[in-house]
């Protein structure tokens, strides 16, 4: 692996290790849960701003492009050092920036409606003390202007998840597309 792989590649997430797994409706796992949905209704109803208080300032969020495969080369689908997305807390908060504060963001002017179903939610404890792997599904539909038809993107997502004081913020975020081409023009949606 050159140099410049190495700076794209993003840092490696921990194993999901099922002896760690946290007991689904434990008291953890439903606050987990919780985030999970308010973080939804956050993005879904455009409140940018406050979505982006409950990420750490060293988030990676990494969206890598998928390749079709034969079934004994499964493993080798997810390509990420070539990426759809891949940001940081700088890059995300300008993102944001633009949609929420300037008219120049034509990709999201009018806005996308959007919904998010969050399911299947599997959360794992790590190494480090209040840090969480979580693995997710993730079904976005999204409408744009007046357009009887919608678009689908199902995804599986790869979550670390830290408690910060009494918070929970999202620290990492790998989005794996199930399509090898994604069909929705100008993708500037968060997932």
Known sequence: MNLLQALLEPTPLPPSDRSKRVAINSPLYNEILEFFYDEAELLDTLQLRQWGETLTS????????????????????????????HE?????MV?????????????EDPPSRTRRLVTNVRVYKTDKDNEYKVQSYLLVTRNRFDC?????????????????GSQLKLARREIIVDQAVIGTPNLGIFF
């Not at 990676?60 to 997305?85: A, F, K, S």
């Open 58 to 85: 060293d988030i990676e969020y990494n969206l890598p492009i998928r390749l079709t495969r034969p079934g004994r080369l499964q493993d080798q689908t997810v390509v990420r050092t070539v990426q759809h997305m």
């Open 88 to 92: 940081s807390h700088g890059s995300l």
């Open 95 to 107: 993102r944001i920036m633009r949609i929420t504060d300037t008219k120049s963001a034509w990709g």
């Open 148 to 164: 009887d038809e919608f678009d689908l993107i199902p995804c599986e997502r790869h979550d670390i998840i830290r408690r910060d």
